[in-house]
């Protein structure tokens, strides 16, 4: 009987934990201020709000805006989508995977125009003027 009760006790700890380990897509939002904000190996959304914010994606397919802010932007792993069109000068990297990137063009106001980098495969400009 004891046998048995400590191997009902020891599946259920291994169900635990395997439920708990398969983590689910995580919500991140960040404040008014810099913040630095990194997913996780899964699809995360990561908002930066205001601030220059440094925002790093992880694994997964995310999606990461960056909101107010000049902020560094790095997806990572994945088929990303990063949102930077915010009217302030923006660093993007995207990283392996598919990534679709919307960014900022001014050419009257460099401060304003979004920095992308390599392994971007789609850039799909905003707030051009």
Do not use: H, Q
């Amino acid at each position: 009987m004891r046998g048995r009760l400590a191997l009902a006790c020891v599946v259920m700890a291994i169900g635990v934990f395997l439920v708990g380990g398969v983590a689910l897509a995580a919500s991140f939002r960040g404040t008014d201020g810099p913040d630095e904000i990194s997913g996780t190996k899964r699809a995360d959304t990561i908002r930066g709000l205001g601030g220059n914010d440094r925002l790093s994606g992880g694994g997964g397919d995310d999606e990461i805006y960056g909101n107010g802010g000049s902020d560094r932007i790095n997806g990572k792993n994945g088929d990303d989508r990063i949102m930077a069109a915010d009217g302030k000068r923006d660093i993007i990297y995207c990283g392996r995977g598919t990534d679709y990137v919307y960014a900022d063009y001014n050419r009257y106001d460099a401060d304003a125009t979004d920095l992308v980098y390599y392994r971007c495969e789609t850039i799909k400009i905003v707030n051009a003027r």
